[in-house]
T-cell receptor, first 112, second 119 residues
């Protein structure tokens, strides 16, 4: 069995400050992990993925995430938030058979 | 454009109506999915199709009827829906279906969704 928990349902940051979105997972296998972003009235878009290669993964739009097996975490970060980063972010875990489990999402608000 | 197109983008229907949602992908993917996205809830997988064959049905009520005539098109036929069925319905595709290929290859490409309101 696998599960994913996004620790914050809402995050508010000022433009230009760092963003941290927290994700913890549980899995009986060596998981693959993903972050997706959903802008208003849009579908989900892949930001980045971890598939047992480098533990620090760089994605699009300046985002990166670090896989920490000892902490069962896959937190998403960005050094400097932009207004266009306002969206909902989903952490996703995949088992060895490609079955996905989505987190509940974190809504990010960016203030000027 | 993400390569996955959903129509209509918005749909309002009464509980006795029959309507259909359409999804089309031009990515050459082999698997297609329907997800339901409701407020305050994680995405719920409804159906999975692999090369036109349904491989997963997550206990979805029979008032939702999927159809996959080929690997590029997916429909969701709706009839006698309930107000609680109001949600954003997302279509997705992937190169490999769950269970085939490396798990890391199972990246989903999503459409923009069809916003359904049942009155």
């Amino acid at each position: 069995a696998q599960s994913v928990t996004q620790l914050d349902s809402h995050v508010s940051v000022s433009e230009g400050t760092p963003v941290l979105l927290r994700c913890n997972y549980s899995s009986s296998y060596s998981p693959s992990l993903f972050w997706y972003v959903q802008h208003p009235n849009k579908g989900l878009q892949l930001l980045l993925k971890y598939t047992s290669a480098a533990t620090l993964v760089k994605g699009i739009n300046g985002f990166e995430a670090e896989f920490k097996k000892s902490e069962t975490s896959f937190h998403l970060t960005k050094p400097s938030a932009h207004m266009s980063d306002a969206a909902e972010y989903f952490c996703v875990v995949s088992d060895n058979w490609g079955k996905l489990q989505f987190g509940a999402g974190t809504q990010v608000v960016v203030t000027p | 454009e993400t390569g996955v197109t959903q129509t209509p983008r918005h749909l309002v229907m009464g509980m006795t109506n029959k309507k259909s949602l359409k999804c089309e992908q031009h990515l050459g993917h082999n698997a297609m999915y329907w997800y339901k996205q409701s407020a305050k809830k994680p995405l719920e997988l409804m159906f999975v199709y692999n090369f036109k064959e349904q491989t997963e049905n997550n206990s979805v009520p029979s008032r939702f009827s999927p159809e996959c005539p080929n690997s590029s098109h997916l429909f969701l036929h709706l009839h006698t829906l309930q107000p609680e069925d109001s949600a954003l319905y997302l279509c997705a595709s992937s190169q490999y279906p769950p269970g085939e290929g490396a798990s890391g290859a199972n990246v989903l490409t999503f459409g923009a969704g069809s916003r359904l309101t049942v009155l």
